[in-house]
């Protein structure tokens, strides 16, 4: 009778260790996805930044890493071409040539 307590108490602990490990295993990848989907919009902003900073030259622009369409009367829409993407909606100054950030979204497929 011992025996069989002793032999269920080894596998109940041996079922928690295999538990605890596809967890730690999980929040392992939980951390690496949270990073790259950081970076991933970090660098998505960037580039709307970029893009928003030289509207008035973007001939200027060696690389355009954004879609750019007007939207009318000096509003523009800024959308980034990397993933997450991201939309911005810019006023510009006719008289300073100053863009202005109106309001953000994340662009969902």
């Known amino acids: 009778m011992i025996l069989a307590w002793v032999i269920s108490l080894l596998l109940l602990c041996s079922s928690l260790v295999t538990y605890l490990e ?26 709307v930044s970029e893009c928003e900073k030289n509207l008035t030259a973007l001939a200027d622009l060696k690389e355009n890493r954004c879609f750019i369409q007007s939207a009318g009367k ?29 309001n953000w979204r994340q662009v969902f497929e």
């Open 22 to 47: 596809g967890l730690n295993a999980m929040r392992i990848v939980e951390v690496k996805t949270i990073e790259v989907a950081q970076r991933n919009f970090i660098s998505a902003e960037n580039a």
């Open 74 to 102: 000096n509003y523009w829409l800024i959308s980034s071409k990397e993933k997450p993407a991201i939309q911005v909606s810019v006023f510009i100054d006719e008289k300073t040539g100053v863009a202005t950030r109106m």
